[in-house]
């Protein structure tokens, strides 16, 4: 079966960072385009980044010029790199194979002020 399982969120202050971990398994890692997406408290999940199988990257405008994804098919792993993060980067992590039924459990990040 298909499992998904992020890591590396934590508690930072605004300004700091964070490197987000994804590894899929039971999919063809490297066929498939992956994404990061968010949900803050008491607000949807919205997509935060995504990366193509070939490594063609988009972003939400609020993390442009902050976040990057990247991929190692290698290992099954996508990532998202959180630079000069900010309060409202508060919420839930979860990265998902594109438009699939298939999610982890997510990682927290707290940023304070």
């Known amino acids: 079966q298909v499992q998904v399982v992020e890591s590396g969120g934590g508690l930072v202050q605004a300004g700091g960072s964070l490197r987000l971990s994804c590894t899929v398994s039971?999919?063809?890692?490297?066929?498939?385009?992956m994404a990061w997406y968010r949900q803050a408290p008491g607000k949807q999940r919205e997509l935060v980044a995504r990366i193509s199988e070939r490594g063609a990257t988009n972003y939400e405008d609020s993390v442009r010029g902050r976040f990057t994804i990247s991929r190692d098919n290698a290992k099954n792993t996508v990532y998202l790199q959180l630079n000069s993060l900010k309060p409202e980067d508060t919420g839930g992590y979860y990265c998902?194979?594109?438009?699939?039924?298939?999610w982890g459990q997510g990682t927290q990040v707290t940023v304070s002020s």
């Open positions: 039971g999919i063809i890692f490297a066929f498939n385009t």
């Open positions: 998902n194979p594109w438009q699939s039924q298939y």
